[in-house]
């Protein structure tokens, strides 16, 4: 019976030649022949750790190479990874490892004793170090262990990660995604997108996210290609390494801040194949500007936590701005009212999807699971959708109450949750307007208790503590009261109107 576990698959790519480059990184080269070295020796203290098929990883570290192996020596004991973004705080962690009930943390050095109290409060058995160039307790206890040479056998729906994502009632949910969900998806980008030889991928992504750590790794690990990787993505590091890659990933703000700098420049893209961008909206003016000065029409894509990609933009067909394209192959999408029935093409309804990226569930919340899908076995995106004749899927709005700020997923209701717990407020509402860098910005109104004289600097306080910095909100208001219908349901387009032009 062949072995499904997704690091099989990676391994059966790496080139043959001992000096192929995996990742240059601020540290030095990881090459493609020491992966399975490395990987193998921290397999081996997972191992030791009593790290078993099944057991939750937690990791909330700076993007480093270490944390790419640590990630790669997961998938070979067959542990379920969890990568936690490293803006989440230490309050927003506790929920994590309460409902993840990991075996292992490995957190940044400086976290570390933070950390380490919760682990007692939830019997975490341990708590590792890691820093970003790669040291740590980790790196330490690693020296020690012999190497781990298997890779343990799994099923294609072997739960390989879960990676959390908020939801509309406030609480996190546990996205559970198989080797088959990640592989199958790989696959189909890797050729989708023509991956050839030769190819080097910038990368300057987050890698605790779909975006950064399946798309953009997955498919350079499918491809043998070197990654140039940056600690994250800031203007000069891109543009000094632009003209060395063929492909680069992108949320829109990269596109954004390339195009407000004077230096970029069509020269810059020379080597350039492919500029993908995805994660949430690009603006058609964007696309367009960029092809102006780079010569590059960007491919726009579409996917979700639950589902890696979904959509693409065809590589050498029509690249048609404020399209995502069409259902990858071995996806279907339909276009549904509220009841699951499909409806004209068109016509506006809700995006549903049926594919082998489609996740396995929600962590430990079966109900939660089954309100999302069909009985037909169809998942609902919330994502308000058309698709045209041809199959072309625009996406023109969201179901879910929900705020996508610099590729990142805000929930208001999380934010509205911690806001609605200081004294003296009495209720608030969060929503998105228009950010000209961050494409949306989140922006919270605020009804205070009779009163109570808080004020915008107090409530940002309150907040540092309680939700991550990208979820606070860029601007507050004070309102006497909320815009409700006569169901009594805040009328958030209201307020989106009202506050439309605050960051122009
Ligand atoms: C940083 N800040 C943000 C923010 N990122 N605030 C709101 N939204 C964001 N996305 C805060 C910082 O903490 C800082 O606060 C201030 O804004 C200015 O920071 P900056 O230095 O300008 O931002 P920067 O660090 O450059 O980050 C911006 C960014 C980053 C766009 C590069 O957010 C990023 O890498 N985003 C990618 C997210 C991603 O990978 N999404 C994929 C999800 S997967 P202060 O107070 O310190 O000034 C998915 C599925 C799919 O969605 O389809 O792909
Ligand atoms: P996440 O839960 O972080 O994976 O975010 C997924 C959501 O991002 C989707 O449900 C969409 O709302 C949004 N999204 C991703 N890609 C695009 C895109 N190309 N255009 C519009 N929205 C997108």
């Given at each position: 019976m062949s072995n499904s576990n997704i690091y099989e698959l990676f391994h059966s790519k790496f080139p043959s030649d001992p000096e192929a480059v995996f990742l240059e990184h601020e540290q030095g080269n990881l090459l493609y022949s020491q992966i399975e070295t490395e990987t193998g020796k921290l397999a081996g203290l997972l191992k030791q750790l009593g790290v078993k098929k099944g057991d939750r990883v937690i990791v909330q570290v700076e993007k480093s190479a270490e944390a790419v192996l640590l990630y790669l020596a997961c998938l070979r004991v067959a542990a379920i990874f969890i990568p936690l973004n490293t803006a989440y705080t230490a309050e927003e962690v506790k929920y994590f490892m309460d409902d993840a009930k990991p075996h292992l943390i490995v957190c940044r050095p400086q976290d570390h004793d933070t950390i380490m109290a919760s682990a007692k409060e939830f019997n975490v058995p341990h708590v590792l170090t890691l820093d970003e160039?790669?040291?740590?307790s980790l790196a330490e206890a690693k020296g020690g262990a012999s190497i781990a040479a298997d890779t343990e056998h799994c099923e294609s729906d072997d739960i390989a990660c879960i990676l959390y994502t908020s939801g509309t009632t406030g609480r996190p949910k546990g996205a559970m995604l198989s080797h088959d969900n990640l592989s199958s998806n790989a696959n189909v980008l890797h050729s989708y997108w023509h991956w050839e030889d030769g190819d080097v991928l910038l990368h300057a992504l987050p890698i605790f996210h779909v975006h950064g750590l399946f798309v953009a790794l997955h498919c350079a690990l499918l491809n043998g290609s070197k990654v140039i990787f940056l600690s994250k993505f800031s203007l000069p590091a891109i543009k000094e390494n632009l003209p060395r890659s063929t492909v680069m990933m992108g949320v829109p703000t990269f596109y954004v801040r390339l195009l407000e700098d004077p230096e970029f420049t069509t020269d810059m893209c020379k080597n350039m194949r492919l500029f993908i961008a995805g994660s949430a909206p690009l603006l058609s003016e964007t696309f367009k500007e960029f092809e102006n000065i780079s010569g590059h029409k960007i491919l726009e894509r579409y996917g979700m936590t639950e589902a890696g990609m979904i959509t693409s933009n065809p590589y050498d067909g029509d690249r048609v701005p404020s399209t995502v394209g069409y259902p990858l192959p071995g996806v279907t999408g339909r276009i549904a009212d509220d009841k699951g029935n499909e409806i004209e093409r068109g016509e506006v309804g809700i995006l549903e999807i049926k594919g082998p990226n489609v996740f396995q569930g929600y962590w430990c919340m079966p109900e939660k699971t089954a309100e999302e899908f069909r009985d037909d076995g169809f998942f609902i995106t919330g994502d308000m959708a058309t698709m045209d004749d041809d199959g072309r899927i625009s996406i023109v709005g969201r179901a879910k109450d929900l705020v996508i700020s610099g590729g990142y997923n805000v929930y208001p209701k999380e934010v509205e949750n911690a806001i609605d717990e200081m004294e003296g407020v009495k209720e608030s509402a969060v929503i998105g307007v228009p950010h000209p860098d961050f494409g949306e910005g989140v922006t919270a109104i605020i009804i205070k208790e009779n009163h109570s004289n808080i004020t915008e600097e107090d409530i940002m306080t309150f907040l540092k503590e309680k939700v991550a910095r990208f979820k606070q909100p860029n601007k507050i208001f004070f309102l006497d009261e909320l815009p409700r219908n006569t169901m009594g349901k805040v009328q958030k387009k209201a307020l989106r109107d009202t506050y439309q032009s605050i960051y122009q």
């Open positions: 160039t790669g040291k740590g």
